[in-house]
């Protein structure tokens, strides 16, 4: 059973940055791979997600412009990349990914908090 791992959540003031990291043991990132976010009381949301080429991403239209989802070269570990971060982006923020056959494993998640 793959267990994602994610890295790299904390607390910065408005307008900071934070990388998060994903990975787990023996897993490439060969297909999809994805970010979510979950605030208190709210539903678990897509804010970006990679295809296996890497070559397409997509994202939630708040973090447009702010949010940079990529892979590393050897594909072991996925990013999230967040600048300018704001006051509605603090949430837990889960990794995504499915392995070749389709199947999708979760990370448990890492906290990002926005406060000043």
């Known amino acids: 059973q793959v267990q994602l791992v994610e890295s790299g959540g904390g607390l910065v003031q408005p307008g900071g940055s934070l990388r998060l990291s994903c990975a787990a043991p023996?897993?490439?990132?060969?297909?999809?791979a994805s970010w979510y976010r979950q605030a208190p009381g709210k539903e678990r949301e897509l804010v970006a997600i990679?295809?296996?080429?890497?070559?397409?991403?997509d994202y939630l239209d708040s973090v447009k412009g702010r949010f940079t989802i990529s892979r590393d070269n050897a594909r072991t570990t996925m990013y999230l990349e967040m600048n300018s971060l704001k006051p509605e982006d603090p949430a837990v923020y889960f990794c995504?990914?499915?392995?070749?056959?389709?199947?999708?494993?979760w990370g448990r998640g890492t906290q990002v908090t926005v406060s000043s």
């Open positions: 023996g897993f490439t990132f060969d297909a999809y």
């Open positions: 990679i295809t296996s080429s890497g070559a397409g991403t």
């Open positions: 995504r990914a499915w392995d070749d056959s389709g199947t999708s494993y």
